[in-house]
């Protein structure tokens, strides 16, 4: 008897977000801001899409100031 392997499909998004530091220059507290992060992955989600990863890459900026980069979603479904 011949055993059927699983099979996968793979997708990869970018998604943006704003780091913003809100305690001031000396200060570590950051917040992330990533517009419409839920409904993007529930839209993924219905498709039968399966968050599996995500690579948070921050772009430098000057001291004390806010932060743009990305996140890149890998997702995964069965064909």
Same mark, same amino acid.
Do not use: H, W
């Given at each position: 008897m011949?055993?059927?392997?699983?099979?996968w499909e793979y997708k990869t998004i970018k998604l943006q977000f704003i780091m913003k530091n809100k305690k001031g220059l000396f200060n570590l507290g950051m917040d992330w801001l990533v517009?419409?992060?839920?409904?993007?992955?529930?839209?993924l989600g219905e498709q039968g899409w399966e968050l599996i990863s995500?690579?948070?890459?921050?772009?430098? @900026?000057?001291? +004390?100031? @806010?932060?743009? +980069?990305?996140?890149?979603?890998?997702?995964?479904?069965?064909?």
């Open positions: 011949t055993k059927i392997m699983e099979q517009e419409n992060f839920d409904e993007e992955l529930n839209k995500t690579i948070p890459l921050a772009v430098p @900026s000057a001291i +004390g100031g @806010s932060q743009t +980069g990305y996140f890149y979603c890998i997702f995964k479904r069965k064909k």
